[in-house]
């Protein structure tokens, strides 16, 4: 190995305390850091049990995915430098033992706050139990680090909705965090619940004001701590490490692309025009690790430093682009078991999309459990589609709003690093081929949510050959159909239109006109 980097040597020896570190950017994170960053003494990943597992079983699975493959093969002693701690961000001292706690006091040098819940549907109680009190939690155990040289909170680029254009800094909370905390605790589920739409106000879902609030106690907490906040946009698949497409979740776009893929979603309420701000997850990794190092080394400000993670106004793509490149891909990489041929749509008018999505979402869905039922088999197709009603409403938020996102201070970031570091952690989104990046996002989620072999692309070729078949026998039956019904009924039509019109006769105001024509 060569001379290290800036960012490599300031990562030299340090210990790195992580929060959601289990979730896709927190493992994303862990790779890059044991990959790249190899001269690091210590990774503590706080990860509760889950499911019977225990955090040293999941951090085993974790270590055993394609995501490591690099990490296993090249370096795999540095898998021992990763070390679970049984805890969670909801809980006091985040669950820790009083050794563990000492002991991060004592040797943490760097932390990555990354732990929310991201269901942007959550009860309120229950995201700012996560979001907001748990960075109040991490924070209070920060502030008694004793050799801190960084804090990085992971925020999101949405947490303002009313503001179509978000500058690098921290605006006005809505409400104080710690109040509402108190809030969420004294007041009853059903009573939350009432009064949670008055609470969010111009918030499109609990996710984005807790996110929100948070960002108000890292503000605060700024005269104490050596801290940032980072705000990605909508995060995608990998563009390259730790492997191209790599994405293990279904959430927000990759969703969509495998829905639509697999002819479930048939439409979506979306404005074509608009750009989608995205972030490839790896772009956005390579960001967070480097602002590690830029807030250790950089001089203390007045204000906490904010950088947006985006790339609206350096590569702009429409979602009109998106969907018109993906079908082209989607249907020469097709998804195994497609329901029907994949050729839904995006509308902008929102009463189409929901007229589209009763007659080709829910109708069908009843349908295929009916026929599940009569065969006794178990029904899944109407709770799959009330899973996707709801992911589609919350994502069309996103979808049917222009966004501003500057992100100067991201970009001055990128520009003050050395050659090194830019090819060891690159940003640069004018480096992204659109269209192999889109070709590696559908082939990722084929692999890695749907474990889906790549080997069967014969195969799901002929069955989508097959499905476009009965797709067009369906529409022109149902056009032969509906001219068959009129051809059928033309007389009755005919008798029905001349009834009418013999009936109009005897109202004042069209008698009066006939008697004057004549």
């Given at each position: 190995m060569g001379e290290?980097?800036?960012?490599?040597?300031?990562?030299?020896?340090?210990?790195i305390f992580i929060t959601g570190g289990t979730g896709l950017m927190g493992k994303v994170l862990i790779e890059k850091l044991l990959f790249s960053c190899s001269d690091l003494n210590k990774i503590y990943v706080l990860i509760r049990p889950k499911r019977g597992r225990t955090p040293e079983i999941r951090l085993d699975a974790i270590f055993k995915l394609p995501m490591f493959n690099r990490v296993r093969?090249?370096?795999?002693?540095?898998?021992?430098?990763?070390?679970?701690?049984?805890?969670?961000?909801?809980?006091?001292?985040?669950?820790?033992?009083?050794?563990q706690l000492e002991m991060l006091f004592k040797d943490i040098d760097i932390v990555f706050h990354f732990a929310a819940t991201?269901?942007?549907?959550?009860?309120?109680?229950?995201?700012?139990e996560m979001n907001t009190n748990g960075t109040k939690t991490v924070l209070e155990l920060a502030k008694k680090m004793k050799k801190l040289l960084a804090f990085v909170h992971l925020s999101t680029a949405f947490c303002y909705p009313e503001r179509e254009e978000l500058d690098e800094k921290v605006y006005d909370a809505p409400a104080n965090p710690h109040d509402v905390i108190k809030l969420v605790r004294w007041l009853d589920e059903g009573s939350l619940n009432l009064?949670?739409?008055?609470?969010?106000?111009?918030h499109p879902n609990t996710y984005t004001y807790s996110k929100r609030l948070a960002e108000k106690l890292i503000a605060d907490a700024y005269v104490d701590l050596p801290c940032c906040i980072a705000r990605p946009s909508i995060v995608t698949p990998a563009i390259k490490e730790p492997l191209p497409g790599w994405v293990d979740n279904l959430n927000g776009p990759v969703g969509l692309i495998v829905g639509g893929g697999k002819g479930v979603i048939r439409t979506m309420h979306c404005i074509a025009e608009y750009h989608a701000e995205v972030i490839p997850v790896d772009l956005a990794i390579n960001s967070l690790i480097t602002l590690g190092q830029r807030v250790a080394t950089s001089e203390r400000k007045t204000n906490v430093p904010v950088y947006n993670i985006t790339q609206s106004?350096?590569?702009?793509?429409?979602?009109g682009e998106i969907l018109e490149k993906g079908k082209t891909l989607g249907y020469q990489y097709p998804f195994e078991g497609q329901v029907w041929y994949p050729n839904g749509d995006i509308h902008s008018s929102k009463?189409?999309?929901?007229?589209?999505?009763?007659?080709f979402h829910i109708i069908p869905a009843y349908l295929i459990d009916f026929l599940m039922l009569i065969f006794r088999q178990k029904r899944f197709m109407v709770r799959i589609q009330k899973r996707i009603s709801v992911g589609l409403e919350v994502l069309q938020y996103f979808t049917t709003r222009e966004w501003i996102f500057h992100n100067t201070n991201m970009l001055i970031v990128w520009g003050e690093?050395?050659?090194?570091?830019?090819?060891?952690?690159?940003?640069?989104?004018l480096s992204i081929d659109i269209l192999e990046y889109?070709?590696?996002?559908?082939?990722?989620?084929?692999q890695y949510c749907m474990k889906e072999d790549l080997s069967t692309l014969p195969k799901a070729r002929r069955h989508q050959a097959i499905m476009y078949v009965v797709h067009l026998i369906t529409v022109y039956l149902f056009y032969f159909g509906i001219l068959y019904f009129i051809y059928k009924n033309v007389e009755m039509v005919r008798i029905g239109l001349d009834s009418v019109t013999d009936q109009m006769k005897y109202l004042p105001i069209v008698g009066k006109v006939g008697q004057t024509i004549h």
């Open positions: 290290l980097s800036e960012i490599q040597s300031f990562y030299k020896g340090k210990n093969k090249q370096k795999p002693h540095m898998l021992k430098r990763v070390a679970p701690l049984n805890g969670d961000v909801t809980e006091k001292n985040l669950g820790l033992t009083k050794e991201l269901r942007l549907e959550s009860e309120l109680k229950d995201a700012i009064i949670t739409p008055k609470i969010l106000d111009l106004g350096v590569l702009p793509i429409t979602w009463f189409v999309h929901n007229l589209i999505a009763f007659f690093m050395s050659p090194r570091d830019k090819e060891i952690f690159p940003m640069d989104f889109m070709k590696d996002i559908i082939l990722g989620a084929r």
